[in-house]
């Protein structure tokens, strides 16, 4: 078997392979719930072979959505809301994670299909109206974005409680994995930054202070979600404009997640100035492999790569080289829910295996491939 479809135990849960299904926002949910939409979305994943399927960016409190349309678990009514997907996947023999976020001066935002900006007047006329929200310093996303509020101890507080909380109802829900988000810009990330952190606190200034409040937000989402299932953390390695934090920065902020428990560094970049896709990375495939690679070699912490990463040898690749742990696969899998069962086949010569396809798929393939092996290949 390759390295790709080995089972992973990580504490107390077992992914039965390497293959994850990224957060993807789908900004389709209503006043925070969950619907029909993220059912099929996440379901779609699971039956196609995912060892985990993480869902997209899940607000810990209304103003952290990025839109409107964001999904969010700061009550237990929008946690039940999210139950019966955490219990299909697990039926499908799949992973069920979540991603625990704040969008911090990236909330109150329009959804991408609608400009990617700040709300506007065709936005009110849909009732998507704008409202306050929170940074580390009121410094604007850019001109035209909303002037954050600074938080102050009392808003720290209660949005680590936020966080702790979300955890707690994940876990209800029936999440076996939970991520924190600490990337693209959204709140944590923007603390990690000089660029976007200016305060003089103890939670500013010195990179050990801005990683302050960063990690007791991941120490409280530790301590609140229970000790058996892991704990992820999603990180933009370098901010990708100038003046942000150098890589060094990261690797220290590793080394202290790994110190507080967190078990897997989801390694991403950017996302601090512009989208989150803006970062000043060269894109290849593979492009941000380097990154889980230098934090798993100077931390031993395991990690996730992510970033056009799209090729069953490609992804073996980077875990027989000794690169990452998991590998998260996204846009492909939004292309091919299979992705996981193609890669399979590509790599072991198998096709729609019993023992990995869904019966209700397989057997109905092996029909069609019986039959098509007697007429040979389609000419026109």
Known sequence: MTLLFEPLKIRGITLPNRIVIPPMCQYSATDGFAGAWH???YGRFAVGGAGAVILEATAVSPEGRITHGDIGIWSDEHAASLA???AFLRSQGCVPAIQLGHAGRKASMQRPWNGNGP???SDFARGDTPWAIVAPSAIPQGEGHLMPAALDDAGLARLREAFAEAARRADAAGFD???VHGAHGYLLHSFLSPLTNHRNDGYGGTAE????????VAQAVRAAFPAHKPVFYRLSVVDGADGGRPEE???AFAAALKAAGIDVLDCSSGGITGSSTAARVRRSYGFQVPFAERIRRETGMATMAVGLIVD??????????GKADLVAIGREALENPNWPLHALAALTGTRHDQRRWPTQHGWWLDVRDSALE???????
């Not at 040898?313 to 875990?319: D, F, R, S, Y």
């Not at 007697?374 to 026109?380: D, E, I, M, N």
């Open 84 to 86: 019966p997907i955490a």
């Open 312 to 321: 069953a040898h490609q992804a073996e690749a980077v875990l027989a080289e």
């Open 249 to 251: 920065e990261s690797v």
């Open 177 to 179: 994995i939970v991520e």
């Open 119 to 121: 709300l506007n007047e």
């Open 39 to 41: 059912m099929v979305q």
């Open 374 to 380: 007697q007429l040979g290949p389609y000419r026109g």
């Open 209 to 216: 202070g801005r990683m302050r409040f960063p990690l007791e």
